[in-house]
T-cell receptor
Framework: GNSVTQMEGPVTLSEEAFLTINCTYT??????LFWYVQYPGEGLQLLLK?????DKGSNKGFEATYRKETTSFHLEKGSVQVSDSAVYFC????????????FGKGTKLSVKP | GAGVSQSPSNKVTEKGKDVELRCDPI?????LYWYRQSLGQGLEFLIY????????KSGLPSDRFSAERTGGSVSTLTIQRTQQEDSAVYLC?????????????FGSGTRLTVV
């Protein structure tokens, strides 16, 4: 099946800093790619997605571009806020006959004022 | 319902006891998924349902784990003879169908502590 590798954390940044969280994948074909976010004490929420190569997903100031050449889907934000402190997960379908998503190990982001 | 509801939100149980975790998906969502999140670990996939059918149960960690879904709605994850290594947050998610590009809606999870 498909697989995903995500940058290990934790990541600590000052407010207004630039954020990059790396995500690379191995997949058959060009599956949809997702970023999920988990705020403290909450379940996971879909942050953004891209459904085909070269697509850019965006939400809440975050962006990620589906790059098939480098099999990557890195998450970026130009200016982080304290409220962005959370755990971020990259995900894609496992593939084959299985209908579930597989997730990276998660990257914990802490933003200091 | 409006979201995915899981109960209980917290469960403390003694080693060796059985526990049942419940998930109530979004109304009309035919696909339902169970994951486990251990401290410092990512999400471990356990099982998914398309309707009432679970096509692949190989993700369940051992034969102490079982899951069922009835009426295409509520699902129950049962852990028999709990062990300390079962302590984790158990997350349930649902989607309109498997393979959707719309992603999943997750519940807030059940935190299971085995003492």
């Amino acid at each position: 099946g498909n697989s995903v590798t995500q940058m290990e954390g934790p990541v600590t940044l000052s407010e207004e800093a630039f954020l990059t969280i790396n995500c690379t994948y191995t997949a058959t074909g060009y599956p949809s790619l997702f970023w999920y976010v988990q705020y403290p004490g909450e379940g996971l929420q879909l942050l953004l997605k891209a459904t085909k190569a070269d697509d850019k997903g965006s939400n809440k100031g975050f962006e990620a571009t589906y790059r098939k050449e480098t099999t990557s889907f890195h998450l970026e934000k130009g200016s982080v806020q304290v409220s962005d402190s959370a755990v971020y997960f990259c995900a894609l379908p496992y593939g084959g006959s299985q209908g579930n998503l597989i997730f990276g190990k998660g990257t914990k982001l802490s933003v200091k004022p | 319902g409006a979201g995915v509801s899981q109960s209980p939100s917290n469960k403390v149980t003694e080693k060796g006891k059985d526990v049942e975790l419940r998930c109530d998906p979004i109304s009309g969502h035919t696909a339902l998924y169970w994951y486990r999140q251990s401290l410092g670990q990512g999400l471990e996939f356990l099982i998914y349902f398309q309707g009432n059918s679970a096509p692949d149960k190989s993700g369940l960690p051992s034969d102490r784990f079982s899951a069922e879904r009835t009426g295409g709605s509520v699902s129950t994850l049962t852990i028999q003879r709990t062990q300390q290594e079962d302590s984790a947050v158990y997350l349930c998610a649902s989607s309109p169908w498997t393979g959707t590009n719309d992603g999943y809606t997750f519940g807030s999870g059940t935190r299971l502590t085995v003492v």
